[in-house]
């Protein structure tokens, strides 16, 4: 019900907009973010946009990537600028269906997209 894209191979500091479209029910009112993982490494929460207009992320993107979404398209996007090797991960969309609490916890979360990859050269 999520598919992500957008990902791809990009030097440091460049850019890349992910896009997450949420297919079979509508999106609007749920929360919608995005965690990536690193080989070796758990999923890291690294942004959420609430079904309102509040945007939380994570200490290691701050002021580098940008959440939005389009809730006529059913889309959330994640815009990331100044890429650095250490953001080379997968990158997932997910959803919560209802009110959300604990939103760096990846639990929290009922749907989840399949992953796309970003790899970030030195």
């Known amino acids: 019900q999520l598919q992500a894209s957008g990902g791809g191979l990009v030097q440091a500091g460049g850019s890349l907009r992910l896009s997450c479209v949420a297919s079979g029910r509508t999106f609007s009112n749920y929360p919608m973010g995005w965690f990536r993982q690193a080989p070796g490494k758990e999923r890291e929460f690294v942004a959420i946009s609430l079904s309102g207009s509040s945007t939380f992320y994570g200490d290691s993107v701050k002021g580098r990537f940008t959440i939005s979404r389009d809730n006529a398209k059913n889309t959330v996007y994640l815009q990331m600028n100044s890429l650095k090797p250490e953001d080379t991960a997968v990158y997932y969309c997910?959803?919560?269906?209802?009110?959300?609490?604990?939103?760096?916890?990846?639990?929290?979360?009922?749907?989840w997209g399949q992953g796309t990859l970003v790899t970030v050269s030195s």
């Open positions: 997910a959803a919560r269906r209802g009110f959300i609490t604990h939103y760096t916890d990846r639990g929290s979360y009922d749907y």
